[in-house]
C-alpha cells in the first residue's frame, strides 16, 4: 500500500486523527493546517479511504451500556452452515461486528441495542431463527477499550482507562451519539450540518461532544479506521483463565502491554465459557501477534495461566452501534 507509506499524507491523516478531532466548526480545514495541505485534499483523501473501505466513518465510538445496552456473543456453527448463520446474524440491525474465529465457538459478534430488552430480544430472534444457542458475553469491566493505536513506529501502550462520568449524559444525547456512530458528512461543515438535522445548533452539537468525549462517554471522536483493510490482518482474540479475585491485577497488567489493543474482563458462563479475562491484539502477521501474546505470557500476573488465542478468519460485518431505534 504505497498511499499508506510511514511518510505519506494518508497514513498521517489516520495517525494523527483517529482520536482528537479539531472540536471546531471546520475541523478538515483545522486538520489540513496541521498536515500542511487544504481542507478540500483532506476531504477528499478521507471520501477516497471510505469508500475503498480503508476507513469506516469520521465519527465517534460509544462507550458499551452508557448510552444503550451491548454484549459479545458467539455461536457454534456447524462448518456447512456458516454462510447461513452469519448471515441471518449480520440482518440483525444491532449487530455492528461479526468475525469468523478459530475455536468451536466459531462466530462472534456484537450486539447492541437502544435497551436491555431490545438486546434480549435481538439475541432471542437469532437463537429461533439459526436454531442454535447464542453464548452472551455481557461487559463486566474495562481496562481499555480504545482501539485508535498509530499504524507507524514502534507499538505503545495506549494507557489505563477510566471510568465515565454518566452524570454528563443528558437525556437528549441519544441521537446526537447515534449520528456519530453513523458518521459525520464529509463537508466542510460537518457540525452544522448534523445540527440541522437534529433541530439543534452547530454551536451546541460541538459543546455536547466535547462533553460525552470528556465524560469518556464518547471513547474516541476522529477518524474510525478498518484495520484489516490497511494490512493489520493479524486479528487475534485472546482468553485467560483465572480465579476473580486476580482479574483486575492481570487486566490492568495486560492492557499496558505494547500491541495489546483491547483488554477487558466479560461474565462466566460456568460449564459453558470460563474465560473472564480478554484481550485484543492487532498485529500485521501471525509472528508478530505471537510476539505480542509472549510478552503478555511473561507478566508475573499470567505466568503460567491456561489461554487461548482466537485468530480471525474473517469479517462479516463492521459498522458503529445502535444507540437508537430506528
Not at 26 to 41: H, K, N, Q, S, V
Request: contains cysteine.
Amino acid at each position: 500500500m504505497r498511499d499508506l507509506a510511514p511518510d505519506c499524507l494518508n497514513t498521517r491523516l489516520l495517525d494523527d486523527f483517529q482520536r482528537d478531532l479539531p472540536l471546531v466548526p471546520r475541523p478538515f480545514a483545522a486538520m489540513a493546517d496541521i498536515l500542511g495541505t487544504t481542507e478540500g485534499d483532506v476531504l477528499e483523501r478521507l471520501a477516497r479511504m471510505q469508500d475503498c473501505g480503508r476507513i469506516s466513518r469520521v465519527g465517534a465510538t460509544c462507550r458499551p451500556n452508557t448510552a444503550g445496552a451491548s454484549t459479545l456473543a458467539a455461536l457454534a456453527i456447524p462448518p456447512a452452515r456458516i454462510e447461513e448463520v452469519a448471515a441471518i446474524v449480520g440482518a440483525e440491525p444491532g449487530v455492528n461486528h461479526s468475525y469468523l474465529r478459530e475455536d468451536r465457538w466459531n462466530l462472534w459478534f456484537v450486539a447492541t441495542a437502544p435497551s436491555d430488552d431490545d438486546l434480549a430480544a435481538s439475541l432471542t430472534r437469532i437463537e429461533a431463527a439459526s436454531g442454535l444457542a447464542v453464548l452472551s458475553l455481557p461487559l463486566v469491566r474495562p481496562f481499555n477499550i480504545d482501539l485508535g493505536f498509530r499504524l507507524r513506529g514502534p507499538r505503545r501502550p495506549l494507557g489505563p482507562d477510566r471510568a465515565p462520568d454518566m452524570a454528563a449524559l443528558h437525556a437528549d444525547d441519544r441521537p446526537l451519539m447515534q449520528a456519530l456512530s453513523a458518521g459525520l458528512d464529509l463537508v466542510p461543515a460537518p457540525f452544522a450540518a448534523l445540527a440541522r438535522r437534529l433541530g439543534r445548533t452547530e454551536a451546541d452539537v460541538i459543546a455536547r461532544i466535547a462533553s460525552l468525549a470528556e465524560a469518556r462517554i464518547l471513547t474516541r471522536v476522529g477518524v474510525i479506521v478498518r484495520h484489516r483493510a490497511l494490512g493489520w490482518a493479524a486479528n487475534a482474540m485472546v482468553v485467560w483463565h483465572l480465579p476473580d479475585d486476580a482479574i483486575e491485577a492481570a487486566g490492568r497488567a495486560l492492557s499496558q502491554v505494547p500491541g495489546v489493543t483491547l483488554c477487558y474482563q466479560r461474565r462466566r458462563v460456568p460449564g459453558v465459557w470460563d474465560w473472564p479475562l480478554f484481550c485484543m491484539i492487532h498485529a500485521r502477521s501471525r509472528p508478530e501477534a505471537l510476539a505480542v501474546l509472549d510478552c503478555a505470557r511473561a507478566l508475573p500476573d499470567l505466568a503460567g495461566l491456561p489461554h487461548k488465542i482466537l485468530f480471525s478468519t474473517r469479517c462479516f460485518k463492521q459498522r458503529g452501534a445502535l444507540i437508537e431505534a430506528a
